[in-house]
């Protein structure tokens, strides 16, 4: 098992112009419901890229997110709702310490809100907070099928990185991104 460094605690909230990210937490059950409600409208469409089977009642999704609060509380990942100022959940996106100076991205959002910038938006908001706790880099893990998520990694930056599995990587150095934002 990799050793991972330690970070400061992830934010609850990213704020934008017109979204927000909001960190999940177990115990917000109108948040949860929101989470439930999207993957239940999406399921099959998301199962093609991501295995959502724990979030399609209150009571799985809770036990999930109150195991993955603990791993944010450690630094080692964090999961937040992408929400609209009306409360509600468009996408959810996902950051994992690779233990190398690293974070993972993985992300998913709703059918209906796909093509209008958000996972751009989200990735923007992320990228100067995943600095500020000392990522050096962003890697996006995108199954090599998803070629939206592929023209979304291409479009903010990033650059392939061939890794020989069924996933690609694709990378940004956050060195300065502060000065960028």
Do not use: W
Request: glycine share 6%; charged share 25%.
């Amino acid at each position: 098992m990799k050793n991972f460094f330690e970070v400061d605690s992830f934010p609850d909230f990213i704020m934008g112009q017109d979204m927000f990210l909001q960190m999940h937490h177990a115990e917000d059950d109108n948040h949860i419901a929101e989470v439930v409600n999207m993957v239940n409208r999406n399921q099959k469409d998301f199962s093609t890229y991501l295995d959502l089977r724990h979030y399609t009642n209150i009571d799985s999704a809770k036990r999930v997110i109150s195991k993955r609060e603990q791993l944010a509380k450690q630094g080692l990942l964090v999961d937040y709702a992408i929400q609209l100022f009306t409360g509600k959940t468009i996408g959810c996106i996902s950051f994992t310490n690779r233990g190398d100076g690293s974070v993972g991205v993985t992300y998913y959002i709703d059918k209906q809100f796909r093509g209008m910038g958000f996972i751009s938006k989200s990735l923007n908001l992320a990228e100067p907070e995943m600095a500020k706790l000392g990522f050096k880099e962003i890697v996006l893990e995108i199954n090599e099928t998803n070629e939206n998520s592929i023209r979304v990694a291409n479009k903010n930056g990033y650059t392939f990185n061939e890794t020989g599995f069924c996933m690609k990587d694709f990378i940004k150095k956050l060195s300065n991104i502060n000065n960028e934002h």
